[in-house]
């Protein structure tokens, strides 16, 4: 079994500022982790993954975080936030040799970016 | 532009009806998955439909009743709901292993 911990569930920060939001795993096997975004009235939108290799990811807004295996955790880190990254944050694992829909998602992360 | 068509995009019904949500996809991905998400909450797991073979119920209520007709398409059948069923529902797809694609959502309202 598999369990995430998103720690911090609202992260409020002035535009132009960085962010970090925080996500620890736990697991007996080697996952596949993904954090995703949600925009309000929205479906869930996939900002970065991680499944081998390179343990720093880089992905969309110019979001990135970095697979720590032996802290087992998968931060997530916006050097400069605007406005429109206002949403809700979801920390995602499945187990590698799983299927991906049965990943485990955190509880999630609302992260308010404030003018 | 999201490449999950989730339809319809609002859903109002009474505890009586039978209605149907629908979702499509054609980016070729062997499965296909609905979501259950309250508000504020992450999203539950309620089915997988693996190379259209149902292969996760996740003790979903049988007023819940999941099909697959074909690669592209998933309905989600709806009869005798109740309020509490009251959510939006995500309808995602993904290749076997790797990340999922969301729809936009149905937003279910039980009166």
């Known amino acids: 079994a598999q369990s995430v911990t998103q720690l911090d569930s609202q992260v409020p920060v002035f535009e132009e500022a960085p962010v970090e939001l925080r996500c620890n795993y736990s697991?007996?096997?080697?996952?596949?982790l993904f954090w995703y975004v949600q925009y309000p009235n929205q479906g869930l939108q996939l900002l970065l993954k991680?499944?081998?290799?390179?343990?720093l990811v880089k992905g969309i807004n110019g979001f990135e975080a970095e697979f720590n295996k032996s802290q087992t955790s998968f931060h997530l880190r916006k050097p400069s936030v605007h406005i429109s990254d206002t949403a809700e944050y979801f920390c995602?694992?499945?187990?590698?040799?799983?299927?991906?829909?049965?990943?485990?998602f955190g509880d999630g992360t609302t992260l308010t970016v404030k003018p | 532009d999201t490449e999950v068509t989730q339809t319809p995009k609002h859903l109002v019904m009474g505890m009586t009806n039978k209605k149907s949500l629908k979702c499509e996809q054609h980016?070729?991905?062997?499965?296909m998955y609905w979501y259950k998400q309250k508000a504020k909450k992450p999203p539950e797991l309620m089915f997988v439909?693996?190379?259209?073979?149902?292969?996760i119920n996740e003790s979903v209520p049988s007023r819940f009743s999941p099909e697959c007709p074909n690669s592209s398409l998933l309905n989600l059948h709806l009869h005798a709901l109740q309020p509490e069923d009251s959510a939006l529902y995500l309808c995602?797809?993904?290749?076997?292993?790797?990340?999922?694609?969301f729809g936009e959502g149905s937003r279910l309202t039980v009166l």
């Open positions: 995602a797809s993904s290749q076997i292993f790797g990340e999922l694609f």
């Open positions: 697991s007996s096997v080697s996952v596949y």
């Open positions: 991680y499944l081998s290799g390179s343990t």
């Open positions: 995602a694992v499945s187990e590698a040799t799983a299927n991906a829909g049965k990943s485990t």
């Open positions: 980016m070729g991905h062997r499965a």
């Open positions: 439909y693996s190379y259209e073979k149902l292969s």
